[in-house]
Structure formats: C-alpha cells, structure tokens
T-cell receptor
Framework: EAGVVQSPRYKIIEKKQPVAFWCNPI?????LYWYLQNLGQGPELLIR????????DSQLPKDRFSAERLKGVDSTLKIQPAELGDSAVYLC???????????????FGPGTRLTVL | AQKITQTQPGMFVQEKEAVTLDCTYD???????LFWYKQPSSGEMIFLIY??????QNATEGRYSLNFQKARKSANLVISASQLGDSAMYFC???????????FGAGTILRVKS
C-alpha cells in the first residue's frame, strides 16, 4: 500500500514569490491534515479536511496561506507571497476517521522542506 | 486545550541498553489518546505506539513500551535494547476527545552510541 505522497520534497524560492505544495493521501483516507514544522519543534496543525470540507483552519494564516482539497482526495497548500519566516517543513498526513474513540492513526508524508531567501 | 511537554532536548544511550524519554501532558478532556512518533533525519514521522486514557494496561509494541501514569499525567516512552537505528527525534503527541488534531511536544533527540 502506498503511503502519503508529497511533492516537491524541497523548494527554494525568493521572498514574495508564490509556492505550492501537493499531497496525495493514502487511498480511502477521509481526513487530511497539513502541519507546519519549524526547525527543532514539533509539528503544528495548519488545516484539517474531512473529505472536501475544511473543518479546522483556525491556525492557517489566511492572509497569505490557502488550501484546497478538491473531490476529497488530493490537496494543495499555497503560500502567496512567501516570507522569510515561512521557511519550514510542511507535512501532510491522512487518516481514516471513525466515529468514537481517540485512536485514529495519522500517517505522515515525507514533508516538503521550504527555504525562503 | 491540550499541551505536551518534553523536557529532555537530547539524550544519549549506549547500544543495547534501555532508555526512557519523558512526556507530560495537560488536558481537561475526560478521554484522550497519547501517541509517540519517531522522526529520523530523512524527515518522515513514523508512528510507534498509542495509549488510550482509559486503557487499563500500558501499551507495548515490540521494543517500545509506554509507561502511562494517569495521575501524574505522564506518558514516558521506554525503548529497550537500543539500536543504532533508533537515533532520531522522538515526539510525544496527544489527541483530545473533541478534536481530531494531534498536539505535539517539542521533541527529544536520541543518539545511540556504539
């Protein structure tokens, strides 16, 4: 079974440029997450999708960040314009959420390492 | 709101010895889940072990065990018989009852010495 796929793995851009990251979750997983991981820290949730609906985007800086999950499968995270402080790893994860219980394992992709110059 | 605290920025352990990575948490949710992930230098997050707040026994998965002390709000990870391949960053995370997101700690870097 293929895992969560992310591309690109690495991206270097100049500040004020736009950038986009792509994520393909595990087949059949209804929930998709985008996390931001700064150097030396744990991941922090940016946005969570249940199918095609964004159900938690409270941590997404909406002035420059946007995301979409068309047809409830693949997802794209965009930054426009990028700032120096956006340099980080952007992780995508997916899970098959079932009602009840707390154990719904999230499977992570390899991440996209963004460097803004 | 949930909070995870990992107080050990870095740890060293001799190969074949056991090591304990500390994790304390804070939540007001009556039900919650605790997770440990491993992140090697390659960057992917690898799920290791899960403990539910109502589980009666401590979770075990191969060489990994979770020392769950609910009254102390701690969920320490124990790795037995350390291997060189265990060198990585380790994250403790929790998930509350009313949300699906994981809240992570700052992580602990583990280095296994030969």
């Amino acid at each position: 079974e293929a895992g969560v796929v992310q591309s690109p793995r690495y991206k270097i851009i100049e500040k004020k440029q736009p950038v986009a990251f792509w994520c393909n979750p595990i087949s059949g997983h209804n929930t998709l997450y985008w996390y931001l991981q700064n150097l030396g820290q744990g991941p922090e949730l940016l946005i969570r999708y249940e199918n095609e609906e964004a159900v938690d985007d409270s941590q997404l800086p909406k002035d420059r960040f946007s995301a979409e999950r068309l047809k409830g499968v693949d997802s794209t995270l965009k930054i426009q314009p990028a700032e120096l402080g956006d340099s980080a790893v952007y992780l995508c994860a997916s899970s098959l959420e079932r009602t009840g219980g707390n154990y719904n394992e999230q499977f992570f992709g390899p991440g996209t390492r963004l460097t803004v110059l | 709101a949930q909070k995870i605290t990992q107080t050990q920025p870095g740890m060293f352990v001799q190969e074949k010895e056991a090591v304990t990575l500390d994790c304390t948490y804070d939540t007001s949710d009556p039900s919650y889940g605790l997770f440990w992930y491993k992140q090697p230098s390659s960057g992917e997050m690898i799920f290791l072990i899960y403990q539910g707040s109502y589980d009666q026994q401590n979770a075990t998965e191969g060489r990994y065990s979770l020392n769950f002390q609910k009254a102390r709000k701690s969920a320490n990870l124990v790795i037995s018989a350390s291997q060189l391949g265990d060198s990585a960053m380790y994250f403790c995370a929790m998930r509350g009852q009313y949300g699906n997101k994981l809240v992570f700690g700052a992580g602990t870097i583990l280095r296994v010495k030969s």
